[in-house]
């Protein structure tokens, strides 16, 4: 399974971007898929979570300003993030948590950087 994320970029504090992860290879069923970052000198840390049944889970400090939304179709999860600030700034990886075994995927990262 492969995960390929998009979307990121240099935004001005304020701004907004749309973040996609796409899953490909041998797919059977992905549960949940989710958006984790890791800014420098800092542990990765959840951003938002979506399972399959479409219940989701958000961080505290993105709550009413990330919206993450799955297209099971096309084994894609997005990530809608508005009102970005500079701590937002962060590489953001997609997970995917995949078939039966639960097995963990995660994509190779997409930086996202806020200026002030």
């Known amino acids: 399974v492969q995960l390929v994320e998009s979307g990121g970029g240099l935004v001005q504090a304020g701004g907004s971007l749309r973040l996609s992860c796409a899953a490909s290879?041998?797919?059977?069923?992905?549960?949940?898929m989710g958006w984790y970052r890791q800014a420098p000198g800092k542990q990765r840390e959840l951003v938002a979570e979506v399972t399959s049944g479409s219940s989701t889970t958000y961080a505290d400090s993105v709550k009413d300003r990330f919206t993450i939304s799955r297209d099971n179709a096309k084994n894609t999860v997005y990530l809608q993030v508005n009102s970005l600030k500079p701590e937002d700034t962060a590489v953001y990886y997609c997970?995917?948590?995949?078939?039966?075994?639960?097995?963990?995927?995660w994509g190779q990262g997409t930086q996202v950087t806020v200026s002030s």
């Open positions: 997970k995917a948590v995949v078939g039966p075994t639960r097995l963990t995927y």
């Open positions: 290879g041998s797919i059977f069923s992905i549960n949940t």
